[in-house]
């Protein structure tokens, strides 16, 4: 089969994909105001911007792989941060051998077309494409006596660029005074103190650097049609960081608050900056698209930061940001609703190519000026030709290997990789699986995250988080009995108590025991205040005994503690259905599928209120988007048919309510 580009009038001649891991409206949005950012702001107003919603679990191995390919993990099969080694034993990281289906770059090297690819996640070794590949492990090297280290082998494609490249890494005794003190005004005082971290972001600095350097060399160097540099940068920095980040936080010194304060707002400007030089390169007749695959908690609620308290997870925000103009996108428009998934479909859509029906995302066709979306094809793993992918027998270097695991290990993604390589192998396994099973049950596939989880029985009685996700897919799979008895094994203890008690409080309510699961939910409520997720269960248990307007303050109150939280904004319309405010319901639930489309139940909600409102055309649409999305929920069929009768469509009514009747059987 041979796919023809359907080249658009409105098309660009290039596209430019940004990644900025962690990137953070939050944090934009008041660096805009100030005339901090004035790149993105400029791109902003001659284009389109939005939030970007997560995927479970927020790991940045698979979430920007899911970016590249446009599929879940189960699809692209890079499950974490590590794998095992099939050649060596013990494990390795994950790597570009690691992912089972093409990327973008892969499509567009069968298409003809030319990229460059920096620094992408899991992209070591290079894969062979046509254009040039930097794998995310040029930026690694080691101070030497001669230098630094040279790259590592397989860190750039084609390999006779190498050396070119490797000249325009940044050490980090390059990071003089006038690049710290922005960050760090206190640097020349701090510098000779035992435990202070400005040798720490001289690294973080020079990496960034790096990736940034090579990316505008290989811009300006030879003719391209994409180029996707990703930044890991805002990330690493909110790792090390965000913890100082106003306003203070309890558990931070002053002396270590006042020194580095300013280093996040430091992080957001220098990039930037950075995207001011890689636009000036693209030139008018590009599109770019700058994106982050997660936020980062950055206000009250931020994880405790103390050693062992919180891991590094914990601190993703689960919405991310993108930004995007050029020739194609619409001027002064705003997105809503759309998710990492639907990245892949809409590059191909801007270079005239078809998205694949095994892609679950959209092309964001509400902000491009491209017409309808190309039909789609079955998959591009059908489609022949060399692609510039990896022969399946490619391995990873032990030794660079090793390296790469110990700087995961320093940030905390993993622990620190284990002598015993056996036990190692094994407790990968288990992880990527968990992964695995996380992903699935994100996707709403509870019956394959359940079998996944029941395969890997032995690590998963070694893990809390485990036994969990175990009990939610016993729960969502209406095996109640056996949730409760993952959830009672727990014991009271443990370090995970809160959401037991709130697991072990919905099985309460799903047997009828509303008043004790009230009082597990209220138990934890009084125990732990930051979690939305509790204040959204207590509004649930208050709406099922139909008590609304506690229903509406526990919703409001979960919005006071996150309000991006979509399940607490269609909670909050639901109960002010109730109790008349159908005005302001329609509003929240419209604003919970801004924020995530693919949300069955807020798309039911707003269908009620319209039909309440007496809209009935738009209760009947956002009611088929509902149907669209969730074929078995026998309201929305139920709740059709009342619509058409009103409209005197008689014959739609009844085959609405015959639907709604054969799923009640």
């Known amino acids: 089969m ?15 994909l940004v990644g900025w891991d962690a990137a953070d409206w939050q944090m934009i949005f008041p660096l805009i105001e100030q005339g901090l950012m004035p790149t993105l702001a400029a791109l902003m107003q001659r284009g389109a911007w939005g939030n970007l919603a997560s995927l479970q679990p927020m790991l940045s191995p698979m979430l920007w792989n899911s970016i590249a390919t446009g599929k879940r993990a189960d699809q692209h099969g890079v499950l974490g941060f590590t794998e095992p080694d099939p050649d060596l034993g013990g494990i390795r990281p994950s790597s570009s051998t690691s992912r089972r289906c093409k990327a973008l770059w892969n499509i567009l090297t069968q298409c003809g077309l030319r990229s460059n690819v920096v620094g992408w996640y899991a992209s070591h070794p290079a894969e062979p494409i046509n254009g040039v590949m930097v794998s995310n492990q040029l930026e690694v090297f080691q101070p030497t006596d001669e230098g630094i280290t040279p790259p590592v082998c397989g860190s750039v494609h084609p390999a006779a660029m190498t050396d070119e490249l490797a000249e325009l890494r940044v050490r980090p005794r390059e990071i003089d005074a006038s690049a710290i003190l922005p960050f760090v005004p206190q640097a020349a005082d701090l510098i000779d103190k035992p435990g202070q971290r400005v040798g720490k972001l001289r690294q973080l600095l020079a990496q960034t650097s790096t990736i940034h350097a090579v990316a505008t060399h290989l811009m300006a160097r030879d003719d391209w049609d994409f180029t996707a540099v990703y930044y890991e940068g805002v990330d690493r920095f909110g790792h090390e960081f965000m913890e100082f980040h106003t306003p203070k936080m309890d558990q931070v010194s002053q002396a270590d608050f006042d020194a580095y304060h300013q280093c996040m707002v430091g992080i957001y400007r220098f990039h930037d900056m950075m995207l001011q030089s890689l636009l000036a390169l693209a030139g008018d007749d590009t599109t770019v698209i700058v994106m982050s695959d997660h936020g980062y908690y950055n206000n009250h609620l931020r994880p405790d930061p103390r050693p062992g308290k919180a891991g590094p ?5 689960p919405f991310g ?4 103009a050029g020739p194609g996108i619409q001027g002064e428009s705003r997105l809503f609703g759309a998710s990492l998934l639907d990245i892949a479909p809409t590059v191909l859509q801007l270079f005239g190519l078809p998205a694949a029906y095994d892609m ?5 066709a509400e902000i491009m000026t491209m017409g309808e979306p190309l039909p789609r094809i079955e998959s591009w793993e059908e489609i022949d030709g060399d692609a510039g992918m990896h022969p399946p027998e490619t391995r990873i270097d032990p030794v660079e290997a090793r390296e790469a695991m110990q700087q995961l290990a320093a940030l905390g993604y993993i622990e620190a990789p284990s002598e015993d390589a056996d036990k190692a192998a094994a407790n990968t396994i288990g992880q990527n699986n968990l992964t695995l ?3 699935l049950a994100d996707a709403g596939d509870f019956g394959r995250a359940l079998k996944v989880l029941e395969e890997t029985r032995e690590f998963v009685e070694s ?7 175990l009990a939610n897919c016993y729960l969502a799979t209406g095996r109640r009995d056996d949730a409760r008895a993952v959830l009672e094994s727990l014991g009271d203890g443990n370090e995970s108590l809160m959401r037991r008690e709130m697991m072990l409080g919905i099985i309460e309510l799903a047997e009828g025991n509303r008043e004790l699961a009230l009082e597990r939910f209220e138990r934890v409520a009084r125990v732990d205040a930051r979690l939305p997720g509790l204040q959204n269960k207590l509004g649930s248990v208050y709406y099922s005994v139909k008590r609304y307007q506690d229903s ?8 006071e503690i996150d309000p991006e939280s979509p399940v607490a904004l269609e909670g909050l319309a639901r109960a002010q259905i109730e109790i008349g405010a159908v005005e302001s319901a329609l509003d929240h639930a419209i604003a919970a599928v801004e924020l995530t489309y693919h949300f069955p139940r807020a798309h039911y909600t707003i269908g009620k209120a319209r039909l309440a409102l007496g809209d009935i055309q738009g209760a009947i649409e956002a009611l088929e988007v509902c149907i669209k999305q969730a074929p078995r929920l026998t309201a929305a069929h139920v709740l059709m048919a009342r619509a058409y009768r009103q409209l005197g469509e008689t014959e739609k009514a009844m085959i609405a309510e015959l639907r709604g009747k054969q799923l009640l059987s």
């Open 321 to 324: 940001m993108l930004a995007t």
């Open 437 to 439: 099973a996380q992903s």
């Open 2 to 16: 041979t796919i023809v580009r359907h080249k658009h009038e409105n098309a660009p001649r290039r596209v430019v």
């Open 313 to 317: 997870v914990e601190w993703h925000r």
């Open 463 to 469: 893990s809390t988080t485990a036994q969990l996700l």
């Open 360 to 364: 679950p995302g959209r092309v964001l």
């Open 552 to 559: 509406a303050r526990a919703f409001t109150t979960a919005l």
